[in-house]
């Protein structure tokens, strides 16, 4: 996953602790930052895998929280928010979106 938004760039990485999460790094200023742990502690949410759009200021993406499998979510990068969209397939199960 990478993708820009104005001087930002949104990509997935793993800093070695807390597993493959989004990340992004502000060109203007040379700022790096983990955006969302969405599978907290080590596990990996692999932002990005399937799918990854912007729409507006809002990018839509794949991710793995832990829980609920591979389910469609979304960061809002004009109030640094993020959140699953829907749960398509309920419980631990992966819709795998895009």
Excluded: Q
Aim: charged residues 15%; without cysteine.
């Amino acid at each position: 996953m990478a993708i820009f938004v104005g001087d930002t760039l949104y990509f997935s990485a793993n800093d070695g602790s807390s597993g493959n999460e989004l990340w992004a790094h502000d060109t203007s200023n040379a700022s790096t930052w983990r955006v969302a742990d969405i599978h907290s502690g080590t596990g990996s949410s692999s932002p990005g895998y399937y799918m990854a759009i912007l729409v507006g200021d809002t990018l839509y993406f794949s991710a793995y929280d832990g829980s609920s499998g591979t389910e469609l979510w979304a960061h809002d990068t004009s109030n640094a928010s993020t959140w699953r969209v829907a749960d398509i397939r309920s419980g631990a199960g992966s819709s795998s979106p895009g």
